[in-house]
């Protein structure tokens, strides 16, 4: 790969690396138990999500995601998130315990932005164990992990490794403490961020794909069958990998002279 840039393609719903604090800044996570234990029985756990409702300074009035119960807590024991993955001032030892909670599987990741230092990230993957790797950045803002990788946002990193793990432990599957938030009422909010994840054609039946029974139990519509089956008559048994790597690339001439490097087992651990 040496000098091509690579970047995924945003047709998924994870948030693009331009606006990375929108319309989820009012969003964090409980970094310890508040109260302590030693004080009383805790009102918020650590890994409980919740919704700020008003910041006064060093206390903030919050709201839990999972029991709607309204109270204060200070701004030391929460981090904010955004856009379900981005977790702000996270540092590695809290990223492990936090990746380490019920509800996390193989997979499950952070990106951490430095509390020391605007604009440093590091991806944090939960797998035997927790994985860091630190995200730099090129003079032209691109981020990678490995430097025969380069994206040109998170967002098109994030995507790519939710596809495929190029050297990482394992490939990304969902962010950190995303199966203990509830789903979102469509009626009352935006939809709770969703890694995109491709349709496996291996898995459906041709025949009802091409049929033409009305009356069939068929959630796929007449026309829309019809196009898909042509797709798949077209496909045939092209490898499902290399149809995804083909229509994901994004391709262009680099002004950077990067190393020539195989992906094999990337070793960038995160200092933070």
Known sequence: MGNIMRGGSSTGKVNTDSSLKGSEDDMVVVLQDYPSPEIGEPIYRMGE????LAQEAYWWRVCSVQTQKE???PNSHVAKVYHGWLFEGVERQKAEELLCLPGNRAGSFMVRQSAR?????????KHRNVKHYRIFRLDNSWY??????????LEDMINHYCDFADGLCCALTSPC??????PSDASTGAPPVVMRRNFDWKKIDRGQLVSTDNHSDNMVSYGVRN???AYVSFSGSQNSAQTRAQSRKKKSKSLYALPENSLGNIDYEADF
């Not at 403490?177 to 509830?182: A, N, Q, V, Y």
């Open 49 to 52: 999500k919740l919704r700020i």
């Open 71 to 73: 109270n204060y807590i």
């Open 117 to 125: 230092e605007r604009g440093v990230y590091s991806l944090s993957v």
């Open 144 to 153: 990678y992990i490995s430097p025969g990788l380069t994206f040109q946002c």
């Open 177 to 182: 403490l995303s199966g203990m938030t509830p």
């Open 227 to 229: 196009s898909i089956a």
